[in-house]
């Protein structure tokens, strides 16, 4: 054996280990990006466009943030000419406050309509939903809302999805699902309920929206070709408003300005002694909306559905900038209602 043949000899089993270690790199770097990474990884939203349309499912009359939220959302539109579309308003029910009637999305709807008159926008279109949630996952609950949704996605495609914004029970976006699934592929539900906690990985869907019709958001969940975004009662709770801040950051006088201002002194907050003066209030709708608007106020991630769900994907928020968001928020609205009287 020569030289050159016995220095081969000696450096063969390192140059395989050197090898055998690459493709145990390369095998390792490939489980956590395409198999870990799928399941758990944080995703970029891009801030809309005037080519996005969207439309904003709410129980209005249940709370005082579904206020705020379509403020916030109209005060944004520009009608397309740079920022994203604003297609119109359903109404949403909730029939399980106890300060409900039996026809809380008529509620709703009232409650609509006076908020895009005051904001100066009276042609936008806004429609009641169903005053009942759906009674099982087959059945839908016809209403305008429905046909609305039906009628809008009926414009998108894969490519430019209709975002739909649920603030509350998901009966109306169900119901429109039931009536033509076909649907689930041109639309991106975006839900703002139920509970997360990030250290576990496990959802509680023992919360207000959730609870107003679990048949519904359940068939949303076990869609497989559905998008689905939710931004969290954990997640949104952070957004705390003050009542100085209401009295401050927006034109004093104003129509708009008074009537929040009236709901939130005038609304009985049956679920909570906390805070018996009202000083702070959970802004959980505007954050839904508000982390859309500006996605580098928010934190999202692609995660695991709930477990009693289908095993697919749903993207989660899970963290916001609140200080930011408000300051956004203000600003926006601010600068819009010097322009309506």
Not at 290 to 312: C, G, I, Q, V, Y
Request: aromatic residues 8%.
């Amino acid at each position: 054996m020569n030289q050159s043949q016995l220095t081969i000899k000696r450096t063969l089993p390192a140059l395989l280990a050197i090898v055998v270690g690459l493709f145990t790199i390369a095998g390792i770097a490939y489980f956590f990006n395409n198999i870990v990474g799928d399941r758990y990884a944080s995703t970029g939203d891009r801030a809309p466009d005037a080519t996005q349309e969207y439309l904003i499912d709410a129980d209005t009359a249940n709370e005082i943030d579904d206020l705020f939220a379509i403020v916030g959302a109209i005060a944004q539109d520009d009608r397309g000419e740079t920022g994203p579309v604003l297609a119109g308003i359903t109404a949403a029910q909730f029939h399980t406050s106890p300060l409900a009637s039996a026809t809380s999305a008529d509620e709703s709807q009232a409650l609509n309509e006076r908020i895009v008159r005051l904001m100066g926008r009276p042609a936008l279109r806004t429609l009641v939903g169903s005053n009942r949630p759906l009674a099982d996952a087959k059945t839908p609950n016809r209403s305008p809302a429905a046909t609305f949704i039906l009628e809008r996605a009926s414009l998108a495609s894969k490519q430019n999805k209709l975002q739909i914004f649920v603030l509350g029970p998901c009966t109306n976006v169900a119901s429109a699902l039931l009536l033509n699934p076909k649907i689930a592929e041109v639309i991106h539900v975006r839900y703002l309920g139920f509970w997360y906690n990030a250290e576990t990985g496990v959802y509680d869907k023992k919360e207000f929206n959730t609870g107003n019709d679990s048949i519904a958001l359940n068939l949303l969940l076990n869609n497989p070709k559905l998008e689905f975004t939710v931004m969290t009662a954990t997640t949104s709770e952070a957004l705390q408003m003050s009542r100085a801040d209401l009295n401050e950051r927006l034109p004093q006088g104003h129509p708009v300005t008074k009537m929040l201002q009236r709901r939130w002194d005038t609304f009985d907050r049956w679920w909570t002694d906390e805070d018996a003066n009202k000083q702070h209030w959970t802004m959980w709708d505007v954050a839904s909306l508000e982390a859309w608007f500006e996605p580098d106020l928010a934190t999202l991630s692609e995660l695991p559905a709930p477990a009693d769900n289908l095993d697919r994907n749903i993207k989660v928020y899970t963290a916001i900038d609140s200080a930011a968001m408000l300051d956004r928020y203000f600003s926006v609205v601010s600068d819009y209602l010097e322009t309506v009287e």
